[in-house]
């Protein structure tokens, strides 16, 4: 009986968790690899394999690698210039970025760098 008591706490302690899920990691990765396909094919490599059109746009398989997906989210959602390297600028609506995001996370070939405990802070 104790054992199940103890249970039910720490289920209800679960439950009443005040850190609440970041966004970018509740997005869906199949709608994130139709916005890969519409948005990002024509110069990216979207798949798990193959050559990116674009000779100087990364594999998104490997982009995580050194973009943490915390950051890449925020700069998506706020439409900002990623990289610097040419690349179009992006409005998403109804939360595609964090679908985009949640896509990239399934395919990388190095796992992402793990997020920092507390606010993201950038160098």
């Known amino acids: 009986m104790r054992i199940a008591l103890a249970f039910a706490g720490l289920l209800v302690l679960t439950a009443c968790s ?12 199949e709608v994130g690899h139709q916005v890969a396909r519409d948005l990002c094919a024509d110069c990216h490599a979207i798949e798990r394999t193959g050559d990116s059109r674009n000779p100087s746009a990364p594999p998104l398989r490997t982009v995580l690698a050194s973009y943490p997906p915390e950051w890449l989210a925020t700069d998506l959602h706020n439409s900002q210039v990623i990289a610097l390297r040419k690349m179009p600028v992006f409005h998403f609506g109804e939360g595609h970025e964090y679908d985009l995001v949640a896509y990239l996370l399934s395919i990388q070939e190095t796992p992402p760098p793990q997020p920092a405990l507390g606010p993201a802070t950038r160098p």
């Open 18 to 29: 005040t850190e609440p899920t970041p966004a970018w990691r509740m997005g869906d990765p």
